[in-house]
């Protein structure tokens, strides 16, 4: 399961909004669709389109890019310890 904030949710199906959060959960594999299915009857679940979810979530399509810092810091990290790369 991946388990995340439904952000963009008040565009997509404003009646499921609720200014406490969303959450957005992905079942992966029958474990994980068993999980939710033993837990469903105590939550308020809606199947959403995968596009709905992407067009707000984009690191569900695509990867992130790194900040141009992070080489740096694991290299300072490995040579010199944590307290330097910190």
Do not use: H
Request: overall charge negative; glycine content about 6%; aromatic content about 6%.
């Amino acid at each position: 399961m991946t388990i995340a904030d439904c952000f963009g949710i008040e565009k997509q199906a404003p009646e499921l909004y609720d200014s406490r959060g969303v959450s957005l959960v992905i079942v992966n594999t029958p474990k994980g669709a068993a999980m939710l299915e033993a837990i469903s009857k105590d939550m308020n679940i809606s199947e959403r389109p995968e596009a709905e979810i992407t067009a707000e979530q984009q690191r569900l399509s695509a990867p992130g890019k790194f900040p141009p810092e992070r080489a740096a810091f694991w290299e300072t990290l490995r040579r010199e310890g944590l307290k330097a790369a910190l």
